[in-house]
């Protein structure tokens, strides 16, 4: 399964509500997950099978979708959340998105 | 606190071999099966071996089956990575990460560079 990240940059304020997508070329059965990476990090996983949460990551992080469109939403975004975003499937193989960075505007 | 720290980040020439290690701690390491994922500069994210708790199973990418070797000594709670026949397009940060579904825990990484 190909997952389609986009925008891959992403230019926001300060407490926008900033939508991410990740399109994949097959039926993902919401077995879909997020990650955010920082510069000089390993991924940190936000979002899994969709919708649940990380154990400690923020609440202004959530996740959607179904099928084969899924979505990231950031409902205020926080300066430390400056960083790129991959969305990556665990349906069919293991398959990560090419990332869509986020900056502050 | 669950901890995974790689190590053998170098420069190797085309053609040539390394091996890179993960040492984990706060978990039971030979309970869990492990993987290692790799990410070329500035490009997305690759799953490249998985390892069960026991040796038991071992899978790989196309990418790098036939060249790459993963094992493990759980009485050192140690992850490995033999490579071979390494090419350019092996350069890469190298990470381990505890088989979950999807993947929690990753170490920081240890990074590869295949050039002349």
């Known amino acids: 399964i190909q997952l389609t990240q986009s925008p891959s940059l992403l230019s926001a304020s300060v407490g926008d509500r900033v939508t991410l997508s990740c399109k994949g070329s097959q039926n993902i059965n919401n077995y879909l997950a997020w990650y955010q990476q920082k510069l000089g990090e390993a991924p940190k996983l936000l979002i899994y099978n969709t919708n649940s949460l990380q154990t400690g990551i923020p609440s202004r992080f959530s996740g959607s979708g179904s099928g084969t469109d899924y979505t990231l939403t950031i409902s205020s975004l926080q300066p430390e959340d400056v960083a790129t975003y991959f969305c990556y499937q665990y349906n069919n193989g293991l398959t990560f998105g090419s990332g869509t960075k986020l900056e502050i505007k | 606190e ?62 790098v089956k036939g060249r790459f070797t993963i094992s493990r000594d759980n009485s050192k709670n140690t992850l490995y990575l033999e490579m071979n026949s390494l090419r350019s397009e092996d350069t890469a940060m190298y990470y381990c990460a505890i088989d979950s579904v999807p993947f929690a825990y990753w170490g920081q990484g240890t990074l590869v560079t295949v050039s002349s």
């Not at chain 2, 053998?8 to 390394?18: A, D, F, K, T």
Request: charged letters at 15%; aromatic letters at 14%.
């Open chain 2, 2 to 63: 669950v901890q995974l720290v790689e190590s053998g980040e170098g420069l190797v020439q085309p053609g040539s071999s390394m091996k890179l290690s993960c040492v984990a701690s706060g978990f039971t390491f030979s309970n869990y099966g492990m993987n290692w994922i790799r990410q070329a500069p500035k490009k997305g994210l690759e799953w490249i071996a998985l390892i069960y708790y026991d040796s038991s199973s071992k899978y790989y990418a196309d990418s």
